[in-house]
């Protein structure tokens, strides 16, 4: 198939010509483009806020000691193939 021929394009019919990437192109990837820039910059501050406000104090429960057998067993963790 061939495409039909065009006509020259006439240089005052040219209201403007925009460089770089999709420029000249009205379709939604404009679109998506500009939502998932915007989402990046939005996650990215909302990261910042919390990093910088998601300060909590360490609060330790217990005396520290790791759980012994009796402890596991107490509580049904034992591990798989202990006896309880």
Known sequence: MNAPARSPVDAGSIRALRPGH???CS???SVVDTLFVTSLLGGALFAAV???LGREPIEVVGDGAPPTRD?????GDAPA????
């Open 71 to 75: 402890d596991r067993d107490r509580e």
């Open 22 to 24: 999709g420029a000249n």
């Open 27 to 29: 379709s939604i990837g």
């Open 81 to 84: 193939g202990e006896a309880p």
């Open 50 to 52: 919390v990093g910088a």
